[in-house]
């Protein structure tokens, strides 16, 4: 039997609804054994972030190595990352284990505002990690921070999308859930070439937490498996629809999407 396997790199969600959590959930629940390095713990649940608590760089580096000597993630995803040394350091590690398949979710701020990545890393973001991505999924207040570009259009979307893909991703694909101005969700993946359009039904619901951890899990997890890029984005944003569709509405805040298949 050939075993799946991806590895998480990212940020621990104490409730579970996003980051590792919901990395790991994801994959499990796509038939893929999931691997973790966490980069940072946080104090968190429904209602918001309490706490940030970075791991040392020491321990992150050894979480990295224990998994590039031994294990053989087919795909990898990236995900709180915090700072520019703890990018520049698994930008290294990715490079030495020559890992495939880099999926980056640039997380930046949590939906309650607190800061996931530190405002001086944003550079680091773009000059040591973006690079080495096979794809990139910005969500639009990402994607316009990535870009400097105020993104209003689809137009824009477009232009943002050649920036991030001159930045070095091989693909990416913005998200298109932070524009309410529409009846319908629509995400831009593009290759360099091709502007694809995937659009769904938006589902009005406070109980969106983690939906861009789970998005971005269910993507590496596809590419595990060995599905296209194109394969992949269409399988993940019909995971994270479901996922939305079927929220748990657990906690007293914004609960968790139900990331069960
Ligand atoms: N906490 C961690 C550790 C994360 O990695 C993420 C991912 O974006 C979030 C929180 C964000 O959660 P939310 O979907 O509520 O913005």
Redesign the pocket.
Same mark, same amino acid.
Do not use: N, R, Y
């Given at each position: 039997m050939s075993v799946y396997q991806a590895l998480t790199i990212? /940020?621990?969600?104490s409730g579970g609804g996003?980051?590792i959590q919901a990395d790991l959930k994801t994959f499990q629940e796509l038939g893929v054994y999931g691997m973790s390095v966490i980069t940072a713990i946080?104090a968190?649940n429904t209602t918001g972030?309490q706490g940030v608590y970075p791991v040392e760089i020491e321990g992150i580096v050894q979480q990295l190595d224990s998994i590039g000597t031994d294990l053989q993630p087919r795909a990898v995803k990236t995900?709180?990352l915090f700072s520019a040394d703890i990018i520049r350091h698994v930008a290294e590690k990715v490079k030495q284990y020559q890992w495939q398949h880099l999926v980056i979710?640039p997380?930046m701020v949590?939906? /309650?505002g607190s800061v996931?990545l530190q405002q001086e890393a944003l550079q680091a973001l773009i000059t040591d990690l973006i690079p080495l991505a096979e794809i990139i999924t910005p969500n639009l207040p990402e994607a316009e921070l990535l870009t400097g570009l105020a993104i209003t259009n689809l137009q824009q979307r477009e232009q943002a999308a050649r920036q991030l893909i001159e930045m070095g991703a091989t693909y990416v694909v913005i998200k298109g859930g932070h524009d309410t101005s529409t009846s319908t969700v629509i995400d831009l993946l593009y290759d360099g070439q091709r502007f694809d359009y995937l659009e769904s039904e938006r589902i009005d619901t406070p109980h969106?937490?983690?939906?861009?951890?789970t998005f971005s899990a269910a993507l590496t997890a596809e590419l595990a498996k060995g599905q296209s890029i194109h394969e992949a984005v269409h399988t993940a944003k019909q995971f994270i629809q479901a996922a939305i569709e079927d929220g748990l509405g657990i906690g007293s805040g914004?609960g968790p999407t139900n990331h069960f298949a």
């Open positions: 990212a /940020g621990s969600d996003a980051g946080t968190q972030v995900g709180m979710d997380v949590a939906k /309650g996931l969106t937490h983690g939906t861009g951890c914004h």
